[in-house]
């Protein structure tokens, strides 16, 4: 068993990562690139994340003798994907260092006690109800009004486990299709547009966050990531930073985490916003950072989890980012992306491009544009 | 058995590795990037590049079964290590599509035929002579004049297999500390820079050089790497890149390359270029491109061996660029390293710091400076 409570972890020690994809994948590589060894705990043999990890242990995330022996051979733990039981951080806690905590995985794994943290924190986000029943569903339309998203209180990505209910629609049959499992409604929040701030925190308090950025989602995945933010003036830039600093701090959080955010009109043409969700984890409107910024959110979150000091988090050159997401078989345009002067194109080994299944995706920097 | 010649390789193929060092570390976590998985051969159980590597061989480079085996489960098969008999080249040759070739391999991993090729071109290097009996060393050094340098044609590197011979030294001592292996003698020359070009050459002829760089050695090991290379001018550059692609050529090369140079005096104050050695293979005066180019050293070695377009060799955002290496326990700076705003640390995750022993780089992204 390894010290429970290192404060700093050294170049050759291990990294162990919770969860086997694209993103344990290349938080493995920033964490390789610091002369660390990883070892990356996933249910499916086939993850991503182990072609480049220096160890892997194949097993679901409710064993806790494989989950012991994991945390026992790793120096500090961290995740890739925060939708695991409660016990298994737990298990984890107990034989390691585990950053973020699990009270921040148990936050902001589940919508309705992270929507009850943000706004107990005087931080807005869209009106909602935890609903059950129909009963309950009847109540929170009548309070929130159609348009109105029904969704999972747990285990939701990329639009899975959520449906909206309009006008007409048969709200109780929505609900059936959930089969039971508990399920928070939100009101329609009408933004001008949709940003996010990916920063980190290390243990000692230290908080460094990149510029916010611009998300477009298609069919609820996240497309196109832009950086600076068109159309964001830096005052309501700031304001999303403080918020995200104000929610990892309530968090004691450490690791890289991001906060989405709408930008809704408020009084008098001001402008304010609204959280929409905390992933407790690298983001991936943070992936332009690996060209785009001085220090990528990969090798951040292995600086904060390790207890080193945060990397800087400035632009690269001052340019402008664009990040495409390559969805399904976008990412049969490889070779052409690879001849494309300047672009940088990052595949993640997945064997199968399945329709709506991230691939890869590309990063661009491109001269400042002006005010978009 | 693969497929012995493809003209392309797809992402999700399996790249071969041959040596297990931070280059072929480097290279694994280029080719991940990619969505290739690495299959790295290498005969040192520690080796860092299995750390990153889907699957490694753990064997002598003379055990031909394994080398079979190996180029069998792999799609193409390149090299981080020269220093390899020929029979294993030409097994892997037989079993996988091998770039470089072994003929690159067979030209540059000997001194005397290197430097028998290079002047064959037209290219001028520092005078030698072939050098096996202590009679031979005396009429070298009757031809060369002193002081000059003895090194064995082969296995050599980081001033290891190389020594001086000075006024009054004794010349057959020096020699017989060798123990009788081949050697060459290589008569002093007296430079105004040390300068080299990293280029990439694709199986359909396309050649792209990064900007020669200069590098500054201490006790024969690379200390420094600047680019642009202060004082060189635009001609001489030019000149520099012209040799390197003319090699490339005349060994029908697939893959990266290095071109040590030395910049010397000339007639009437012009200067000249005189060839010090051919690495076949990325180079650690390229290593200023992971951050400093828009493509890696790394990343275009990949896409040179699969077939892929070359990468833009330009700087990022036309920044200066040092790397400094981090030699022995040079690399225990890594914290101070990780706080320096912009400073861009690599660690190999060699277990050990022997004195002289590369464990580690950083690289600094500077504002263009004036003529150096």
Redesign the interface.
């Known amino acids: 068993m390894t010290l429970s409570t290192p404060q ?1 972890v050294r ?2 020690a291990t990294l162990g990562i919770v969860g086997g994809g694209q993103l344990g ?1 290349m938080i ?2 920033a964490a ?7 070892h990356v705990y996933a249910p499916d043999a086939d993850s991503p994340a ?5 160890a892997h242990t194949v097993a679901p995330y409710e064993d806790e003798t494989a989950l012991a022996a994991f945390a026992d051979a790793c120096d500090v733990v961290t995740y890739e994907f925060e939708n695991i039981p409660h016990a298994t951080a737990a298990v984890l806690s107990e034989h390691a260092t585990v950053r973020p905590s699990a009270r921040a995985l148990l936050t902001t794994q589940d919508r309705l006690v992270e929507k009850d943290f943000v706004n107990g924190l005087g931080i807005p986000t869209a009106p909602y109800r935890a609903v059950e029943t129909a009963a309950e569903l009847d109540a929170a339309l009548a309070a929130l009004g159609r348009p109105a998203i029904l969704k999972t209180r747990r285990f939701g990505y990329d639009g899975k486990g959520q449906r909206s209910i309009r006008a007409g629609d048969d709200a109780a049959a929505i609900l059936a299709g959930f089969n039971g499992v508990p399920c928070i409604l939100e009101g329609f929040v009408p933004f001008l547009r949709e940003i996010s701030v990916v920063a980190a925190r290390g243990p000692d308090g230290a908080f460094a966050a990149y510029e916010p950025c611009a998300n477009e989602h298609r069919d609820h995945i996240l497309a196109l990531t832009r950086v600076p933010a068109p159309g964001l003036d830096a005052a309501t830039g700031a304001a999303a930073i403080d918020i995200a600093r104000a929610i990892a701090e309530a968090l004691d959080y450490v690791g890289v985490l991001a906060v989405e955010l709408f930008e809704v009109e408020g009084p008098a043409g001001a402008s304010r916003l609204v959280v929409n969700e905390i992933a407790p984890r690298v983001h991936n409107s943070g992936h332009w950072t690996t060209e785009g910024a ?1 220090t990528s959110q990969f090798a951040q979150a292995v ?1 904060a989890v390790c207890g ?2 945060l ?2 988090t ?1 632009r ?4 402008a980012v664009e990040m495409e997401n390559l969805i399904g078989d976008a ?1 049969d345009r ?2 052409a992306l ?2 494309e ?2 672009a ?8 199968e491009a399945r329709p709506g299944r991230k691939m ?1 995706h590309v990063t661009r ?1 491109v001269p400042p544009q002006t005010e978009g």
């Open positions: 700093q170049p050759g994948r493995a590589l390789a690139n610091y002369g660390l060894k990883v182990f072609d480049v990890a220096a001085l600086r080193w000091p990397g800087d400035a690269t050159g001052g340019m990412a490889w070779p690879l001849g002067p300047g940088h194109l990052h595949l993640y080994g997945k064997a890869g920097l």
